[in-house]
């Protein structure tokens, strides 16, 4: 994959956005889905500073899905607070670009016609200068590049692996130069060598284009590797039960997932899960189980 993509051409226009202070801050945020007593959300506090990548993990049904698409403005809260970059957040916006875990990808447009279709919507809501589609084919080839997909720019994604998928729908994403990425589950689909693959990749697209992650994951090993922060999470009601600096280097490299304080990490982010999960497997249950099965002939 080409990684020498011109830094240049990758970066925001400026410094990246509030740099060292919050960008994405929720405070005492609540959030009741109809018909449910039980809250998704508990009194979640959260401070996100520009450029920081922080990751949440926690075990299914914990909100992480639910806060994610609350900081997209694509749900309501019930109670608190939820600014971005400072203003109250009423609903989607520009700022806040998002990538699922399904590719999402418009079958019948090329790759290229992918990445620059949110761009093409925009052009034709104000007048387009042929200096603005200069810059938006600019930035399509660079992130082509980035994302190493230059030699598929003319293929439907239906002919690509779903690797290549996700990184089409990550290459769109970014297109329009989104200060913030939330990103639910974006690799859930993937084998464990393609995800290797992304998450180098995802790191490298974050150093270059300076932008803000909020990363969802249900695999605590990624949750470390990707974040500076991880946020644990805990079901019912869903709340934030911890929140854990990561004390590795900024650059990570593969080799780190064995070194003693990544495992540390690990092992108390897993004990944790389980703690809270409420989903213990019981080995003696079991083993009476079998051995009623075994009593009874089965
Ligand atoms: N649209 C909805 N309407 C009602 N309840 C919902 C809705 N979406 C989620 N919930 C509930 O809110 C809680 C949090 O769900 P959410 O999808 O945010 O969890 P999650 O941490 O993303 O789980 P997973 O790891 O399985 O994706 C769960 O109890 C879920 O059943
Ligand atoms: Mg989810």
């Known amino acids: ?34 018909g449910s007593d039980a809250p998704a959300l508990q009194d979640v506090n959260l401070q996100v500073r520009g450029n920081e990548f922080v990751t ?20 309501t809260y019930s109670r608190g607070g939820l600014n971005v970059d ?28 992918n990445i620059r279709f949110t761009r093409q919507l925009k052009a034709h809501t104000r007048d387009r200068t042929s200096a603005d589609v200069e810059a938006a084919a600019g930035r399509a ?7 190493g997909l230059t030699a598929v720019a ?27 990425v ?12 393609t995800r290797e693959v992304m998450h180098d990749l995802i790191a490298h697209v974050h150093r270059q284009e300076k932008s803000t992650i909020v990363f969802v994951t249900h695999d ?9 922060r991880v946020v644990l999470m805990a079901p019912r009601p869903g ?27 690990k092992k108390t982010i897993l004990d944790r899960i389980r703690d809270t999960s409420g989903m213990k497997t019981d080995l003696e249950l079991l083993e009476k189980l079998s051995a009623q099965a075994d009593g009874a002939g089965l």
């Open 182 to 193: 939330l990103m639910d589950e974006p690799f859930g689909a993937l084998d464990a060598q």
């Open 86 to 113: 400072g203003r109250p957040v009423s609903g989607p916006g520009p700022d806040r670009a998002m990538v699922f875990q399904h590719y999402s990808l418009y079958p019948w447009l090329t790759v290229l016609d």
């Open 56 to 75: 949440l993990v926690g075990a299914s049904g914990c909100g992480k899905s639910t806060l994610l698409r609350t900081i997209a403005g694509l749900e």
């Open 1 to 34: 994959m080409d990684m020498s993509t011109s830094a240049a051409l990758l970066q925001r226009d400026g410094a990246p956005a509030a740099a060292g202070s919050a960008l994405i801050e929720c405070s005492g945020l609540w959030k009741f889905y109809p």
């Open 239 to 265: 709340r934030i039960d911890s929140i854990h600096e990561v004390p590795l280097p900024a650059r990570r490299t593969q080799d780190m997932k064995l070194a003693p304080e990544f495992l540390a990490l």
């Open 141 to 147: 080839d660079a992130l082509l590049r980035l994302m």
């Open 154 to 180: 003319n293929a439907y994604p239906n002919q690509l692996s779903g690797g290549m998928q996700q990184r089409v729908a990550i290459a769109r994403a970014l297109m329009s130069r989104p200060p913030i």
């Open 220 to 228: 605590v090993e990624e949750a470390i590797y990707l974040g500076h």
